[in-house]
């Protein structure tokens, strides 16, 4: 059974993104599987550092993207989810040219806070880095519950 509240549409996510951080980084959802989002972004020369290879905060750029979505998708209608805090262990580099798959999970779905564990894939299946996300559950300004 799907631990998603709101339907998962990957259109909607790419349209929704367009005009940010994550449509200018080139972040493309794969898939939404029934506890888990899969996303892509191909490493160019908006993401590495001076010496060729993706720069740390980028990384932790598509860890909180993938982890923030799941977790709005994890609340009912009428609330949202804030970044509380996120962490990053950078275990191989990507090099420029290659891309980075990006696996998001959770660690628990609680009513106030989620936890999300993100793992950060190289092209060729190497984990790049490992990423956890918590997020506070709030009540959108306006919403009627």
Known sequence: MAIWKRPPSIAEMHARNTQTVNGLLGIKILEVGEDFIRAEMAVDERHVQPFGIL???????????????????????????????????????????????????????????????????????????????TTSIIEQRGAKT
């Open 55 to 133: 720069h740390g905060g980028v990384s932790v750029v598509l860890a909180e993207t993938v982890g923030s979505l799941a977790s709005v998708l994890c609340c009912e209608e009428g609330f949202s989810a804030v970044g509380l805090e996120i962490n990053a262990n950078h275990l191989l580099p990507v090099p420029k040219g290659d891309k980075v798959i990006a696996e998001c999970r959770p660690v628990r779905i609680g009513r106030n806070v989620h936890v999300w564990n993100i793992e950060l894939r190289r092209g060729d299946g190497k984990l790049s880095c490992v990423s956890r996300l």
